[in-house]
């Protein structure tokens, strides 16, 4: 038992201490991209929702950074007379082009989200989020 724990502990300060280079995608109007930004976001909306976020950045540079993001959010609604928001589902797709190397990051979510109404005027809502992403660097053909 204790060597389990020895282990653990081990494996845990080993991941304390390991580096990740990554960038995240930058968006100028971030409440536009809710459910990149949180998947609890998800349980806000009342009515089923479409948002759409593209950014190019340095235009000036030979080859721009441009980053695109799209979610759908649909709310979920309890039945009955009492028809209170309990939360809901959203599915968000996004694709980032970092400059010259045409570094390409392209990676799609789905979200859920559910109220915990705590009186009339409060409530706390808690989200989950599974998703995948992948990323390439593509070398354009040089003929020299």
Excluded: C
């Amino acid at each position: 038992m204790k060597t389990n724990n020895f282990f653990l502990i081990l494996v845990l300060f080993g991941l304390t201490f390991t580096k990740a280079f990554a960038q995240d995608a930058v968006f100028s109007q971030y409440y536009s991209s809710s459910l990149y930004l949180n998947p609890a976001m998800a349980g806000l909306e009342p009515f089923t929702t479409f948002s759409s976020n593209h950014r190019t950045q340095w235009g000036s540079i030979t080859t721009p950074y441009v980053t695109s993001q799209a979610s759908l959010i649909a709310p979920i609604y309890a039945k009955g007379v009492d028809a209170t928001h309990r939360g809901g589902v959203g599915i968000s797709f996004y694709n980032d082009r970092a400059g010259g190397l045409n570094f390409n990051t392209t990676g799609a979510n789905v979200n859920a989200a559910y109220n915990l109404h705590l009186s009339s005027l409060h409530m706390l809502t808690f989200g989950a989020q599974l998703g995948f992403a992948m990323g390439a660097a593509i070398r354009p053909y040089s003929w020299v």
